[in-house]
Nanobody, 121 residues
Framework: QLQASGGGLVQPGGSLRLSCVGSGFTLDYYPIGWFRQAPGKGREGVSCISRGGGSTTYAEFVKGRFTTSRDFAQTTMYLQLNSLKPDDTGVYYC????????????????WGQGTLVTVSS
C-alpha cells in the first residue's frame, strides 16, 4: 500500500531524499510518519506531517537535519536527510494513521516496505 524509496549508500555529511507513495491508497487523507530501524534495534519514530502539511514533528536526534514535506499534486511524501551520520543507518519506512500527529510507531495502522539508508565512509 505504501512504498518508500530513495535510500542508498552515502558518506557521512551527505544527503538523501526519500519518497513515499501510495498504491491504491490515498495518502492525502492521512497524517504520514517516517520511521527507521537500525540493525539489531527496534523501530523508532523520525518525523510526521499532518494531512494539510502545516504541522510537523521531529525526533530530537534529527531536528535541524531532516525535513519532511508532502506534494499534494503528486500525492507523494518526502523526507530530506541532510548532514547524515553513521548512526542514521537503517531501513526507513513511511506509514499512515488516522488521528493526530505522533511519532509513536505502534499507533500507525498502514505500513509499506522500507528503503535502506547506509551512511559510511
Amino acid at each position: 500500500q505504501l512504498q518508500a524509496s530513495g535510500g542508498g549508500l552515502v558518506q557521512p555529511g551527505g544527503s538523501l531524499r526519500l519518497s513515499c507513495v501510495g498504491s491504491g491508497f490515498t495518502l492525502d487523507y492521512y497524517p504520514i510518519g517516517w520511521f527507521r530501524q537500525a540493525p539489531g534495534k527496534g523501530r523508532e519514530g523520525v518525523s510526521c506531517i499532518s494531512r494539510g502539511g502545516g504541522s510537523t514533528t521531529y525526533a530530537e536526534f534529527v531536528k535541524g537535519r531532516f525535513t519532511t514535506s508532502r506534494d499534494f499534486a503528486q500525492t507523494t511524501m518526502y523526507l530530506q536527510l541532510n548532514s547524515l551520520k553513521p548512526d542514521d543507518t537503517g531501513v526507513y519506512y513511511c506509514a499512515a494513521r488516522l488521528g493526530s500527529l505522533t511519532t509513536a510507531p505502534g499507533t500507525y495502522e498502514y505500513w509499506g516496505q522500507g528503503t535502506l539508508v547506509t551512511v559510511s565512509s
